[in-house]
């Protein structure tokens, strides 16, 4: 974006939030703005790209605002900045803003009562030491904590986690029977764009069900004392998850009520020691007894902004704005309202949306100020678990807040959204399944999402099921290496059920799989994407013609074409199949003296490939540099990186990899050039919904992409990046295979690597044992079985024998606890001379199918 000029001191804004630029452009003079928001927020919401010529912008100020001791580090960066104020636009933001506000001596939360308001479980005991009604509770650690608390009780109980918002992870449980299942569901606490990649620390609490009516307390508090009040009326949804589904200003309740929220509100913030600031203080009313929710010290979300302003009227962000600046607004606020106002959220049947209808009949009802659907055609419209499920908001104001009600009801009804009805339910399509060692881990939580979408899953494979009955409604054998038989099985398969998704993860399938997706009109790469993906020929060239750096390259079929090719490109150069995976046949030539032999290896390995692209080998300019690979979701043709693994290969000039290595702290995640280049080659590629592994080298001129793969990574990459960062890889690819933008927040922050081992020198194998526990070790387990061939290149390509994977707090611990685990794998081997040179080359055995090994 571009910097605005300002005068004066700024309003530095903590976090943001797009719905309030133009009421912010209504008082803000240009320039006078300055906001902060965490990186990873800014390039998955495009706050830059929203803010640009934005006139009452001044600049964006990219801050890991969540780490402790943020605020005192900004203050130290930005001695001049000399804001007027400080604001907190988001929960999240409100501990930040409240220090930085000490540290430039302005009005302010004050940082302890921001912290007391942020942790859940510190308001508790904060506010009942203070003798505030709180319902009994206890922070919990796992399931067992959980089941205890509920037993003792003759309720029902909720499980929340102490420090997110938007009633994320928020769970009624009756009946402990439940509460291993309610568990594992509140631990899925992903916010997607809305917060940063890295972990969030997740506590939990526990607390007893009070029954009654739901409200909250709006406040503008200026040294503890409150100027402003009012109390909001809400509706949930119906069912164990706590989510509003209305709101109502004023709440249509007698004056002692609500004078009696208002004292109460009073009481915490003076007994968290509140300073100046909007408080937004939820209640429950129970037998005429409020009981405490929840505090947060920012202005309150869901509309209620824009309700208070409509129903008093006022100009509720103006007087917050011009008081954190410390004006004195008293006489701008007033004490009654004149109206009634209403937010009335849309709901729709889970399911596959088929049509959205009835928005501008909504629009019409009287006194309706806003109808906003969030959901569209083809997209997946989930259960609502918290409040960023659901499918839309209606806002609409009265005489009073029930005629208001009662509009915005009405016109919520007239918004149809059509969902697959549960008897026509929809299939879930894979093709291929992959050994059980390698994708188990992966079809465990897309079986579960499909079960809650209410989805058939149905899988074509070329061998007969084992495993994967478990996971399958219906398996279809098929030879799905031939194209013709695949899509005939295919075609039998949608003539009686209504496929709604495709996936595929299994690299020689990925072209078929594209191409079928799209005529079947569900998402997937896109024709254009598979092909640019598939094809590392048409890879180089799309990528070269969008002014990526790129290497010299040139496709060959002969050895002839390719001497020539190297000569024009210049020593050393890479030798590979146009279509293979695995580094299967890439060679490194050094000089011309090794060229004819390198060609031989590419191109006999090429000829295996069933497809399109076989019998030919692209030579390229060597580059350069440490080897890594970046998984990552595309949705709608936007980039989202899940993880980054760095590459150990073995000796040249084969590039076989010997292990990957992916730390949840990687500074490449947050690496602005490499995100822009992965950025521009999937548009350049017309990837549109999937997951890619893209493999790059960092060469001295930047990141030089060396391919661009259609699917997950291999050799158990997607496990380690799930071991390191806590996101699901499985779940990912069921979001991007419904059409839904998936949701990358990491939950955990280690280091999880992979060591494969390969044999001496070409074998037999006739035993191989792998260890049961080592330090760190998370899996092992062997990739051959007694009598497998085991070849090394350039006779063999995966002569894996096994592998291990494990798991520490950090780099150099976790690669000693790889070398302990793969020194304790033991196996024992006949020596076997060289291959016969007029050998043609065979595709490897593969992994050996572990059936009682789980990852």
């Not at 005429?288 to 208070?308: K, N, S």
């Not at 790129?550 to 496709?555: I, T």
């Not at 440490?626 to 043709?637: L, Q």
């Not at 922050?749 to 330090?775: H, K, N, W």
């Amino acid at each position: 974006m571009n910097v605005q000029p300002g005068t004066g001191r700024p309003v530095v804004v903590v976090g943001y939030v797009g719905v309030t630029l133009a009421a912010v452009a209504r008082f803000q003079p240009a320039g006078s703005v300055v906001y902060v928001e965490e990186p990873d927020v800014i390039r998955k919401r495009a706050v830059r790209a929203h803010l640009d010529g934005v006139p009452f912008v001044r600049d964006l100020i990219a801050w890991e605002y969540l780490r402790p001791g943020a605020a005192d580090e900004f203050f130290d960066a930005h001695p001049g900045l000399d804001p007027a104020s400080v604001i907190p636009a988001i929960e999240y933001a409100t501990p930040f803003a409240a220090r930085l506000s000490e540290r430039y001596g302005l009005p302010g939360a004050g940082s302890g009562a921001a912290a007391i308001m942020r942790d859940k479980i510190m308001l508790r005991e904060v506010t009942r030491a203070a003798g505030i009604v709180n319902p009994a509770s206890a922070e919990v650690a796992g399931p067992d904590d959980v089941a205890a608390f509920l037993a003792g009780r003759t309720g029902p109980v909720v499980l929340k986690p102490a420090n997110r918002q938007a009633s994320v992870g928020t769970e009624v449980i009756h009946d402990t029977g439940d509460v291993a299942a309610a568990w594992e569901r509140c631990g899925r606490q992903d916010e997607g764009i809305f917060v940063p990649d890295r972990p969030m620390d997740v506590r939990m609490l526990v607390e007893e069900y009070v029954a009654g009516d739901e409200y909250s307390v709006e406040m503008l508090v200026r040294d503890g004392v409150p100027l402003f009040t009012n109390v909001t009326g809400k509706r949930l949804y119906p069912g164990p998850r706590p989510v509003e589904l209305a709101h109502i200003v004023p709440a249509d309740i007698p004056r002692e009520l609500a004078a009696l929220l208002g004292s109460h509100t009073t009481d915490v913030v003076a007994a968290t020691g509140f300073g100046t600031g909007a408080v937004h203080c939820e209640w429950i009313v129970s037998q005429g007894t409020p009981y405490l929710v929840e505090c947060a010290g920012r202005l309150p979300g869901d509309g209620i902004v824009d309700l208070i302003e409509a129903a008093y009227p006022m100009d509720l962000l103006r007087c917050y704005y011009a008081m954190m600046s410390g004006a004195d607004v008293t006489a701008g606020l007033p004490q009654r309202a004149t109206g009634g106002a209403a937010v009335h959220f849309l709901t729709a049947t889970p399911g596959l949306v088929e049509q959205v209808s009835g928005v501008e009949e909504a629009r019409a009802v009287d006194g309706v100020l806003l109808v906003q659907v969030t959901v569209e055609p083809g997209q997946l419209s989930p259960a609502v678990r918290s409040s960023w499920d659901r499918a839309g908001i209606v806002m609409a104001t009265g005489a009073d807040a029930g005629q208001a009600l009662r509009r915005a009801r009405t016109a919520a009804d007239l918004v149809r959204i059509d969902t697959r009805p549960a008897t026509d339910r929809g299939t879930l399509l894979v093709i291929g399944s992959g050994l059980k060692v390698y994708r188990e881990y992966l079809i465990r939580p897309i079986r579960r999402r499909a079960e809650e979408a209410g989805l058939d899953m149905v899988l074509v494979n070329n061998l007969r099921p084992t495993w994967q009955s478990e996971y399958f409604d219906e398996i279809v054998v098929a030879d799905v290496f031939d194209t013709r038989t695949m899509r005939e099985a295919v075609d039998r398969i949608a003539a009686r059920r209504r496929i709604v998704a495709l996936m595929c993860w299994d690299e020689p399938l990925v072209l078929d799989a594209g191409l079928i997706a799209a005529e079947l009109g569900v998402p997937g790469l896109s024709e254009a994407g598979v092909q640019g993906c598939r094809d590392k020929q048409r890879t180089r060239a799309e990528l070269t013609a969008a002014g990526l750096h790129q290497p010299a390259f040139g496709l060959t079929h002969t050895v002839e074409e390719a001497r020539a090719t190297a000569a024009r490109i210049g020593y050393p150069v890479v030798l590979k199949p146009r279509a293979m995976g695995a580094s299967i046949g890439v060679v490194l030539a050094a000089d011309e003296s090794e060229l004819d032999d390198g060609f031989r290896v590419a191109l006999s390995a090429s000829e295996v490939d069933p497809g399109p692209y076989r019998a030919c080998v692209i030579v390229e300019q060597y580059a350069r540099g440490p080897e890594i690979s970046v998984d990552g979701a595309v949705h709608k043709g936007e980039y989202l990186p899940m993880f980054v693994a760095r590459k150990q290969s073995g000796e040249e000039p084969y590039f076989e990899e010997t292990g990957h290595l992916v730390d949840a702290a990687d500074p490449l995640l947050a690496d602005r050039d490499l995100m822009q280049v992965l950025t521009r080659a999937h548009r350049a590629l017309g990837v549109e919904d999937g997951i890619t592994h893209t493999e790059l080298r960092l060469t001295p001129q930047g990141p030089l992409i060396i391919e661009v793969n259609g699917r997950l990574g291999g050799d158990l990459i997607p496990f380690l990046g799930r071991t390191a960062t806590g996101i699901e890889p499985g779940e990912v690819l069921f979001d991007v295979a419904t059409g839904q933008r998936p949701h990358l927040t990491a939950t955990r922050r280690m280091v999880a690597g992979i060591r494969f081992g390969y044999p001496e020198q070409d074998c037999v194998l006739r035993s191989i044992t792998v260890p049961d526990a080592a330090p760190g070790l998370v899996a092992a387990a062997p990739m051959a079985e007694p009598g497998a061939l085991l070849r090394l290149p350039p006779g063999g390509y995966l002569a894996r024998h096994s592998f291990v994977v494990c798991a520490a707090d950090d780099t150099a611990t976790c690669l000693d606890r790889l070398a302990a685990a793969a020194a304790l794998v033991h196996l024992t081997g006949d020596p076997v001379g060289p291959p016969d040179g007029q050998t043609p080359f065979a595709m490897p055995a593969g992994l050996l199918d572990v059936d009682s090994e789980e990852l």
